[in-house]
């Protein structure tokens, strides 16, 4: 067989001009920002804010701290119009309004931080929804900074809608007068805070949540890193929400029965108590009483309903408890014993 070779002569110019294009192109996309994108007709942003602070005890000796109630908003590149302002909730978290497509800028601006917008990214909008990396923003002058929780380590962070409280623990610098200096500064979903811009007078910080507080932190006596604040939980200890009576609870009811409902308390003593009820379903009318035990009318059709209760102390702190009720016939599966699987047997090998 005879092999046939085919040869082709480029250029060594052409070469040479490919080279220096690739080189080009290759230089000016060094040159270009990382583009965050969402891809549709509008969009919406989500993203986080954080800032970063010394910490022996964290990892590299630097710590993460997600910020709540900075005010961000997205500026376009080509006009530099600016979209209407959002808030980070407790998580640092925020969404913008709906954008039109264009290329934007995150800005930012909150008390004792620097105000700015994120130099080292753009985000182009083209649809959906676009969440870039979290953006750190710098905190003014010198800053404190630390943790809320209970003894247990959990933080005091709470959200029922329904009977309206939410809220996380905030915390307030005090001078030797055990006057309170400026505003209190909210904590993060993680009990996290941090105290920028700190005045010189300050000797102590107080911790605050669902009315419970906390004796006054030396500042002058508290080591390098994070604070320890320590919040005392003194809410009411909900022992058992029930239906019927304590001794013969009912699980199941009539559809639009009308039954009582009771929430039994560990130490209710001395206390100055409230009480919200909410049933979960709608059924006959219901209103709500500031009492231990209500009558609460069962939806009609059948089903799993829920009727929850929230306990307030005016002292400070709350319990939630619910109680679940099945309306309607019992439904029977099987009431026969399933067949003994017959014992299969493999044959022997010969």
């Given amino acids: 067989m005879r092999t046939i070779r085919i040869y082709v002569q480029v250029p060594l110019a052409g070469i040479a001009v490919a080279l220096a294009l690739a080189s080009i192109a290759c230089r000016k996309s060094l040159d ?38 900075v005010s961000v908003y997205l500026k376009d590149r080509a006009s530099g119009k600016q979209a209407e302002p959002v808030v980070t909730n ?4 925020f ?10 800028s995150i800005c930012w601006e909150a008390p004792r931080y620097e105000p700015g ?14 969440t870039p990396a979290p953006v750190a923003i710098r905190a003014k002058g010198k800053t404190i900074f630390g943790r809320v929780t209970f003894s247990n380590g959990a933080p005091c962070s709470f959200s029922a809608p329904v009977f ?6 905030k915390v307030a610098l005090v001078d030797a007068q055990d006057e309170v200096l400026g505003q209190p500064i909210a904590t993060n979903i993680a ?3 941090i105290v920028s811009d700190t005045p010189g007078n300050a000797v102590g910080i107080r911790a605050e949540c669902d009315g419970m507080k906390t004796d006054q932190t030396n500042l002058q006596d508290a080591k390098p890193g994070a604070l320890r604040v320590n ?10 929400v029930y239906a019927g009576s304590a001794d013969r609870p009912l699980r199941r009811a009539g559809p639009g029965e009308t039954i009582p409902i009771t929430v039994a308390l560990r130490d209710a003593r001395k206390r100055d108590l409230h009480y919200a009820w909410h049933p979960s379903a709608a059924g006959a009318p ?6 231990p035990t209500v009558r609460w009318t069962l939806p009609k059709s059948a089903g799993t309903h829920t009727i929850y209760v929230v306990v307030e102390d005016k002292a400070g702190g709350h319990s939630i408890g619910r109680v679940d009720v099945v309306t309607g016939p019992v439904t029977v599966i099987s009431a026969e014993p399933s067949p003994k699987p017959a014992a299969h047997r493999f044959p022997r090998p010969r």
């Avoid at 942003?45 to 993460?64: C, M, N, S, W």
């Avoid at 309206?164 to 623990?169: C, D, K, V």
């Fill in 117 to 130: 917008c994120a130099t080292d990214r753009d985000v182009s909008v083209e649809s959906a929804v676009v």
């Fill in 286 to 291: 219901f209103v709500s009483r500031d009492a």
């Fill in 90 to 93: 407790a998580r640092g978290w």
């Fill in 164 to 169: 309206g409280l939410e809220g996380n623990a």
């Fill in 32 to 69: 270009y920002k990382p583009l965050d994108y969402a891809k549709a007709t509008d969009a919406s942003v989500h993203g986080l804010i954080y800032t970063e602070v010394d910490d022996p005890a964290a990892p590299q000796g630097r710590r993460k701290i997600f910020v709540p109630g």
């Fill in 95 to 104: 969404a913008t309004p709906v954008l039109a497509p264009g290329t934007y």
């Fill in 191 to 193: 009990g996290e805070f």
């Fill in 231 to 240: 919040l005392r939980n003194t809410a009411p200890r909900i022992a058992q």
